[in-house]
């Protein structure tokens, strides 16, 4: 079904692989999106869909579906999207782009009960469909909480939304958090796939692009110089952070009772963990990277004493750098007893012949130093160093660190011998790639990338339903010990984490990087 | 900043770039490579200007030569006499430009007064934004580039520039002429992957007299489609202003009457517009400098296809 496999048996006369300069630009189709008045529509989606508009990569008929509870006509929407567009978008805004793009964009008034509202969504379809010539393809993109999936999907089967007619296809974005546990995540998963087919969901993690994900792909496997070293021969440990300076802002209502490990570490940190554990893959397919993480995350052992190897901790009032912030038991919505956590750090080993003895330690947290994520992969030191003691007192572990963001690069510490002085002295310093610097300053919010991989029927790298599942399977029994504990050590806002979170990793004899 | 050095060597010059990157506190390593422009003073600011734009998406060293034209040069003599310019920050995009004006015998000799100048160990791009040598492979700064940009369209006489282009074509050569159709091709091709999925008859293209992107685009769909593709000349149109495709169950079209949209129609549609401004030459050249590796698709194009429509 769908444009993939048509475009198979017809071989477009103007389409030639080695023709590498033509863009792909997306075939007709409409966006609908569910919470269009949200945060994440105003300040992403929408400008994105816009600058993919000014790069010339939608198709003429695209159009734009806002469905709402707000009592808007389609004038009021266009304002909104306008203002959102102007706003945030990346590219400059131009009159003549936006009129074009403005011609397609129409508002569904609506709540998700009403049944009524989805038949007057299934009408504005069909009106694009034969006004604009969208063709009958339609992307849904559910910018709403999980609770609300089920009867988003069930309205859109109700209404006949979800299926398509032949030729045509229908897909739905799904973001995360996937569930909360691993039966959580099954009965979401049933009631997404009761009514499309799997290879129609697109679960997204913007956090980790496409893009970051391919560039960790070709750091790995396009070198002669990693693959040699990433295994336990020359691997102590591996580091993998996720760090937010900010804390829940207004998002109790989600984030109380979900916590970091739920909210971080079951989709971001197990993936990069993932990425940076795999064997190289058969090809770069959705399908062949999914089965390299799938053996990776099957393979996750957790340490046997989850007490030591585990922490958590909640923030506490301090300052934030130079803004004074108070601390988790005190933002609004929460409870004053509430013992969720919003710092987690667990260790976790992979049982494989590449990886036997070296830990994998995952962190996250809010407000803590600063806003980074990085994957670093720290080295045994030299079997033997032929110089005095005193000449390498200063001099750490080896370590390549991929950092994810900010500054997109890579960076890898080693020992330089200290210019000139009496006597020979050995100290760490870094070398640093950051893509920033070396390409281009114009590369593609990851949403943009998102949704026009959505619309050309590009399969993403995001995780499959197994590796959702797997993930929950190790993270279920941490939550699990964790909910058997009382309150999560405090932590001062603004510090990298709970002192039990050091302690872990001194029992280990390692200790945190400070990134 | 814009640094003169009149009567000066390469190795100042070398020296100089690497003060100025030491009193930035920047490292040049961070160039991606380094772009060479040869051409003549009256298209020197434009030439880099369009780097400079490029340059923000490709960090690069623009170095470009201007031999000096004035009447009492001597091939033979062996004074040299160089002048430079090196210009750094808000004067030179994301990198640094070095403006190098040889005079006698140094004019022949353009390969090596660059070679301690280039960035080291990063791919070499050649661009003549006017008048390309008759050979860009053979020539001893195309000879060292791994890309050869030339713009025939811009050159004193387009028609006879384009033919010895077409007749030293070398993998690593291209022309802007065809980096400005990409946006129409793209287009195209993504018309024809919607269905029906039916062969198309006929095409035709319309456009400026003499204009040499719209000779390669009609040799690009001769060459793809295998069907006649007619050239009908709009007086007054400064680029391509329409293609249409025939087909059994009617017309496919895509034009451009005007400078930023495009209407595109299927047979039983009604026309929708889409924006589609002109590529400028800073959209062109940043595509050239995205892409690096041989485009055996044009080389194709200006052989197979032209011959196809010019034999």
Request: glycine letters at 6%; proline letters at 7%; hydrophobic letters at 40%.
């Amino acid at each position: 079904m769908g444009p993939m496999t048509d475009s198979i048996a017809w071989n477009n006369p103007l389409r030639d692989p080695r023709d590498l300069r033509l863009p792909r630009i997306a075939g007709p189709c409409s966006l609908v999106i569910f919470g269009v008045t949200g945060d994440l529509s105003r300040k992403k989606l929408l400008p994105a869909i816009y600058d993919l508009a000014s790069r010339g990569l939608l198709p003429p008929s695209f159009s734009l579906i806002g469905f709402a509870r707000r009592d808007w006509t389609n004038e009021h929407f266009i304002a909104f999207v306008k203002e959102a567009v102007e706003q945030r978008s990346r590219t400059p805004f131009k009159e003549a782009t936006w009129e074009n793009l403005a011609k397609g964009i129409r508002f569904v008034q609506g709540t998700f009960d009403d049944a009524e509202a989805f038949t007057r969504l299934s009408d504005t379809v069909q009106e694009l469909d034969r006004d604009r010539g969208t063709r009958g393809n339609h992307a849904f993109y559910m910018s709403v909480p999980p609770s609300a999936f089920p009867t988003v999907s069930k309205q859109l089967a109700a209404s006949g939304l979800a299926k398509s007619s032949e030729g045509a296809w229908r897909r739905v974005i799904i973001e995360k958090p996937f569930g909360h546990d691993l039966q959580s995540a099954k009965e979401l998963d049933r009631v997404v796939s009761e009514v499309f087919d799997p290879s129609s969901v697109f679960r997204i993690d913007h956090y980790l692009g496409k893009e970051t994900v391919q560039n960790l792909l070709a750091l790995r496997f396009a070198n002669a110089m990693y693959e040699p070293i990433w295994n336990s021969n020359y691997v102590d440990h591996v580091q993998i952070t996720m760090a937010e300076d900010i804390g829940i802002g207004g998002r109790a209502g989600y984030y109380d009772g979900i916590g970091a490990a739920r909210d971080v570490i079951q989709n971001h940190l197990l993936q990069l963990m993932a990425l940076t554990a795999m064997e190289e893959p058969v090809s770069f397919s959705a399908e062949d990277l999914a089965a390299e993480k799938s053996k990776v995350l099957s393979a996750v052992r957790l340490p046997s004493n989850l007490q030591d190897h585990t922490a958590r901790g909640q923030y506490s009032a301090g300052w934030q750098g130079s803004t004074r912030v108070g601390g988790y038991l005190e933002e609004k919505g929460v409870d004053q007893s509430s013992t969720t956590e919003t710092y987690a750090a667990i260790r976790l080993d992979v049982d494989t012949r590449r990886w036997a003895g070296v830990p994998f330690y995952l962190r996250t947290g809010k407000r803590l130093g600063k806003r980074v994520t990085e994957i670093a992969v720290v080295f045994k030191r030299a079997p033997h160093l032929p110089f005095e003691n005193t000449a390498v007192r200063e001099l750490g572990k080896n370590a390549i660190v991929i950092r994810v963001q900010p500054d997109e690069g890579v960076t890898m510490r080693f020992g330089s011998k200290v210019p000139g002085g009496s006597s020979m002295e050995v100290r760490d310093v870094s070398m640093d790639f950051s893509y920033g610097r070396s390409f281009t300053e114009n590369s593609p919010e990851a949403y943009e990338r998102l949704i026009l991989d959505v619309m050309l029927g590009d399969p993403p790298l995001f995780p499959t339903t197994k590796e959702v599942n797997l993930s929950w399977k190790i993270l279920d029994p941490i939550e699990e010990f964790w909910s058997t504990l009382g309150q999560p050590q405090p932590y001062r806002s603004g510090t990298w984490g709970p002192t039990e979170a050091d302690e872990m990793l001194a029992r280990d004899g390692r200790h945190w990087r400070m990134p | 900043m814009i640094i003169d050095m009149p009567n000066t060597h390469t190795s100042e010059i070398a020296q100089k770039i690497d003060e100025l990157h030491d009193e930035r506190g920047e490292a040049a390593t961070g160039r991606v490579l380094t772009l060479l422009i040869l051409t003549r003073d009256h298209n020197l600011e434009e030439a880099l200007e369009t780097a400079n734009t490029a340059s923000r998406e490709h960090p690069c060293r623009v170095i470009a030569i201007v031999p000096d034209a004035s009447s009492d040069i001597d091939p033979d003599k062996d004074d040299s006499n160089l002048s430079a310019q090196v210009r750094f920050g808000a004067d030179a995009g994301a990198g640094e430009i070095i403006i190098l004006r040889p005079r006698n015998g140094l004019v022949r000799h353009q390969d090596t007064l660059v070679i301690p100048l280039l960035v080291p160990d990063a791919p070499i791009v050649a661009w003549w934004p006017t008048n390309p040598p008759a050979s860009p492979s053979k020539d001893p700064i195309g000879a060292m580039a791994r890309s050869r940009i030339t713009d025939a369209m811009n050159s004193d006489n387009p028609e006879a520039t384009m033919e010895r282009l077409r007749g030293n074509l070398d993998t690593a050569d291209v022309d802007l002429s065809w980096t400005r159709l990409t946006v129409w091709r793209a287009m195209l091709a993504s018309m024809l992957d919607q269905p029906p999925h039916l062969p198309i008859l006929k095409a035709t293209v319309s456009g400026p007299k003499n204009f040499l992107p719209l000779d390669l685009l009609r040799a690009w769909l001769r060459l793809r489609l295998d069907v006649p593709v007619e050239l009908k000349t709009v007086d007054d149109a400064t680029a391509i202003t329409a293609v249409h495709l025939e087909r059994e169950d009617g017309e496919l079209s895509l034009a451009r009457p005007d400078d930023n949209q495009a209407m595109v129609s299927f047979p039983g549609q009604a026309p929708q517009p889409i924006s589609m401004p002109i590529r400028s030459d800073e959209d062109c050249l940043s595509e050239e400098l995205r892409r690096l590796e041989p485009d055996d698709v044009y080389g194709e194009v200006i052989n197979t296809g032209w011959n196809l429509l010019y034999s």
